[in-house]
């Protein structure tokens, strides 16, 4: 990948993590609904067809490790 992609992906990455621990702490989603979206997530990188195989196998990879190791703000 590119650096500008990589800072844009960091960033994203970041933003939605916080944005994910904010609706857990106003209880709006509860820890499992969260690993459940991580886990979606995942699975749609797994099963992608087609161009780009490697970055979705990245993708997948990179998600599932946030879900065995927890986010890097909190660890669970």
């Known amino acids: 990948m590119t650096l500008p992609n990589d800072i844009s992906g960091t960033a994203a990455l970041d933003t939605c993590e916080s944005h994910l621990l904010a609706l857990n702490d ?9 690993v459940e979206i991580l886990q979606d997530a995942a699975a749609s990188h797994e099963n992608s067809p087609g161009d780009g ?12 490790g946030i879900l065995a190791d927890g986010n890097s703000v909190r660890r669970t």
């Open 53 to 64: 195989d490697a970055l979705h196998a990245a993708v997948a990879e990179l998600i599932s």
């Open 26 to 34: 106003h209880h709006i989603l509860s820890e499992n609904e969260i």
